[in-house]
């Protein structure tokens, strides 16, 4: 089992930037990357970011330019900067370990419980 958890979320008035790790524990995953996804209310799950343990990355183009993705490996944790943030941002963002290999990101079962980012315009 890997266990994923979250912190950084929060309120920030759209303009405004906020950071977000993710770190894991518990069994090796034999994928080679970590991401990140979010879901507004009544949406589905989109993907937003993945980082491959070699620094390759991949983006939502709804991201593109304003969110950053990066990782430490010797800290088992992903993080995801989120600047100039808009009000279409809001949503609760979930972290996943899964595979990034030809431009697509394949995520695994293992989710962490998300965090709350709200922007208000």
């Known amino acids: 089992q890997v266990q994923l958890v979250e912190s950084g979320g929060g309120l920030v008035q759209a303009g405004g930037s906020l950071r977000l790790s993710c770190t894991a524990s518990g069994s090796t995953f034999r994928g080679n990357a970590m991401g990140w996804y979010r879901q507004a209310p009544g949406s589905q799950r989109d993907f937003v970011a993945a980082t491959t343990n070699g620094g390759s990355t991949k983006y939502a183009d709804s991201v593109r330019g304003r969110f950053t993705i990066s990782s430490d490996s010797a800290k088992n944790t992903v993080y995801l900067q989120m600047n100039s943030l808009k009000p279409e941002d809001t949503a609760v963002y979930y972290c996943?370990?899964?595979?990034?290999?030809?431009?697509?990101?394949?995520?695994?079962?293992?989710w962490g419980q998300g965090t709350q980012v709200t922007v208000s315009s």
């Open positions: 996943t370990v899964g595979l990034l290999s030809g431009g697509y990101y394949r995520p695994s079962n293992y």
